[in-house]
């Protein structure tokens, strides 16, 4: 449960030197758009029904307590974007030669945030696992083409890469927080909402679909279905 996050970070990294810098930015279009449509996939199936149903919340007080966490969850992400300028979904600027400690500390939070829904449900990590593919793509892709010294790129990616089991740990062992967990995962289910629905809108010049990325996001939804 707390590997499959960090070796999917890891081991994408490692991969990303050994491929042309053409190959890589076709391949994280592509997977973008299948890990985008797989995460909204798994939201919708798994972690929404969780909040909503498996706690029993038939009080609509309460019900519209979710429905303001999931919405500031919402919000939350994009206040974090705001910081870290859309590299959640693929958008990363390398202008600068500086480790840029604001997009690792934003990149940081989100996905120590996304680690404390992996508990409900295995699904929810294998969305989070494949989330997390083209975007070690995209970062050390982008890392590497700065004039930034290989040591610091490669702490920027470990730190990075050990936020989500974090979070999942902390969820798993912290009875504090399990006392608080229904506003948690709404919080997280408005965060992946946000996520994955900029992804699946973005992956495309002008929004425009093609037939790969179709088939891809079909093919998405129905894994996370069948799942």
Do not use: C
């Not at 070796?7 to 490692?14: G, H, K, R």
């Not at 042309?20 to 994280?28: D, F, H, T, V």
């Not at 939350?76 to 600068?96: N, R, Y």
């Amino acid at each position: 449960m707390y590997l499959y996050p960090f070796l999917a970070v890891i081991i994408v990294s490692i991969i990303v030197l050994f491929l042309s810098k053409k190959a890589i930015q076709i391949n994280s279009k592509l997977t973008l758009a299948f890990s985008g449509a797989f995460l909204l996939s798994i939201t919708v199936f798994e972690l929404l029904p969780s909040v909503y149903f498996e706690n029993m919340i038939d009080n609509k007080s309460d019900q519209r307590i979710i429905g303001l966490m999931i919405m500031i969850g919402i919000l939350f992400q994009v206040i974090l974007e705001f910081f870290s300028k859309g590299a959640e979904h693929g958008h990363i600027d390398t202008k600068k030669n500086k480790l840029p400690w604001v997009l690792l500390i934003s990149l940081s939070i989100h996905a120590f945030v996304e680690g404390f829904s992996i508990r409900l449900d295995q699904n929810i990590l294998y969305g989070i696992f494949i989330h997390k593919i083209p975007i070690a793509f995209i970062i050390t892709t982008s890392l590497l083409s700065t004039k930034i010294k290989k040591y610091k790129i490669l702490l920027f990616i470990f730190f990075f890469s050990i936020m989500t089991p974090l979070g999942t740990f902390i969820s798993n062992n912290s009875d504090q927080l399990l006392k608080y967990s229904l506003i948690i995962d709404s919080l997280v289910a408005g965060v992946l909402l946000h996520v994955s629905t900029t992804i699946l809108f973005e992956t495309s010049q002008g929004h425009k679909f093609n037939l790969v990325k179709i088939l891809l996001i079909t093919g998405a939804i129905i894994l996370a279905y069948f799942l």
